[in-house]
């Protein structure tokens, strides 16, 4: 039987549905482009590989095309529905994926692995910060997905993308010496990963290296295209190392090239949240942001996530909201947030809405409950940064600039904060 890169069976008879489809695995692993179109060259190939519609369908999932992703994994059942074994418990995992089942699919991935450890497209739902884990909403899921990651470690031993979402898991729960060792690795294998550049730049910010990370992370980028997956996220980490160093002109160059809505070819979680990010963050330091930047992502926001059911996408969609002055939108998320971090939604929320009315103590009230584990609304420390700033923010402007430089020596004390928060210096 012929195999995936990983060893886990495929069930097509075809020599080049094969070599296709472990292009394409790779590529979607490495967050490279081209996975779309290795797949149309496996299914021309076999027409009824089944595990070729599924990645595609988890694909188009991704960047958000939905009607697309629930047409091919429709089709991924039908033409699967004979599969017996590993390759039926693919289906059976992105099936509940790719029609909104998160607390089913989590179940069947976790089944799935205990027989199966190597099944990296099936593992990588549960790795990372946008992970299943990571958008469980559940306290302490920072060491849950640190505990995924080392119950897989023995299945995997030094394989390159394996030891990058290792990193991750091990940077996020605050060890950073092995995550070091972790990626290194992993880059001497796969130099031109999405993902792994950008847990390299990850590590770079945890230990405050701001311009050894935009030097490595430009270098980096100067040879990625702009369809890859990351390409938009990881030219925020590169605006925002260059917010910190002063090069506000590259910082809005970044935002306008590579993460404006009209201009990225990211998903649309990327594109909402590390706008937002970057604006707000912006603001804080002190740069002016104009109320049409503010509307036109408010705008997007409205679009592309109209109803709350993500905690890590509402907050920003709330933040948006709120600095363009949309009410209406912003009570919607502040009355109905949904999802198993929705308790942390609404004051996020009701938090932005005080800011835009420069109620500072009304801010901080709101803000101080959420902080004890903002890890429950997904994304990674650096992103959450964007709620440890806004409260030391929220301080500054009341007159508790030493309160604030205290919580931020206890928060955050090896990450570089210089200009984060204007008034913030001692």
């Not at 995924?148 to 010496?177: H, I, K, R, S």
């Not at 002109?249 to 990225?264: G, N, V, Y």
């Not at 997007?300 to 933040?319: N, S, V």
């Not at 932005?352 to 997904?378: C, K, S």
Request: charged letters at 20%; aromatic letters at 8%; glycine letters at 8%.
């Amino acid at each position: 039987m012929l195999t995936d890169p990983y060893g886990n069976p495929l069930h097509t008879t075809d020599p080049a549905a094969r070599d296709a489809y472990a292009e394409a695995l790779l590529a979607y692993l490495d967050a490279l482009p081209g996975v779309d179109g290795a797949l149309e060259r496996a299914i021309a190939a076999d027409p009824g590989f089944a595990q070729a519609h599924m990645l595609k369908a988890r694909n188009a999932q991704v960047f958000a095309r939905m009607d697309e992703a629930r047409t091919l994994m429709a089709q991924a059942v039908e033409k699967g529905r004979d599969l017996t074994g590993q390759a039926r418990g693919q289906i059976a995992v992105f099936d509940h994926l790719v029609n909104g089942r998160p607390r089913e699919g989590y179940e069947a991935v976790r089944a799935h692995l205990r027989d199966h450890p190597r099944d990296a497209l099936v593992a990588q739902t549960c790795l990372g910060v946008f992970s299943l884990i990571g958008f469980s909403g559940q306290p302490g899921r920072e060491a849950e997905h640190l505990a995924f990651a080392e119950t897989l470690a023995p299945a995997y031993g030094q394989d390159g993308w394996f030891l990058a979402q290792l990193a991750f898991a091990q940077m996020e729960a605050g060890q950073l010496a092995p995550a070091e060792r972790a990626i290194g690795a992993a880059l001497a294998q796969r130099p031109r990963s999405g993902h792994g550049a950008h847990i390299r730049a990850h590590l770079f910010y945890e230990m405050g290296e701001t311009a050894e990370g935009r030097d490595y992370l430009s270098d980096w980028l100067a040879g990625y295209d702009r369809a890859g997956m990351m390409h938009c996220h990881n030219s925020w980490h590169v605006a925002l190392w260059s917010l910190a160093m002063g090069d506000t002109a590259r910082m809005w160059q970044i935002a306008d090239r590579d993460l404006a809505p009209d201009t990225s070819q990211g998903p649309p979680l990327n594109i909402l949240t590390d706008l937002a990010s970057l604006y707000w963050r912006a603001e804080m330091a002190g740069q002016a942001v104009s109320p049409a930047r503010w509307a036109r992502l408010s705008e997007y926001a409205a679009r592309a996530f109209p109803a709350p059911a993500l905690g890590f996408a509402d907050i920003h969609a709330a933040l948006a909201h709120a600095m363009a002055g949309q009410d209406e939108p912003l009570m919607k998320i502040i009355e109905g947030a949904k999802g198993p971090a929705a308790d942390q939604v609404a004051p996020c929320a009701t938090a932005f809405r005080a800011i835009a009315a420069q109620d500072w103590a009304g801010a901080e009230a709101a803000l101080l409950p959420v902080m004890a584990d903002h890890a429950r609304l997904g994304g990674s420390r650096a992103q959450r940064d964007l709620l440890d700033y806004t409260l030391l923010h929220a301080l500054i402007r009341q007159g508790k600039a030493g309160e604030a430089r205290r919580l931020l020596v206890t928060r955050r004390p090896l990450t570089d904060s210089r200009g984060a928060v204007r008034g913030l210096a001692a």
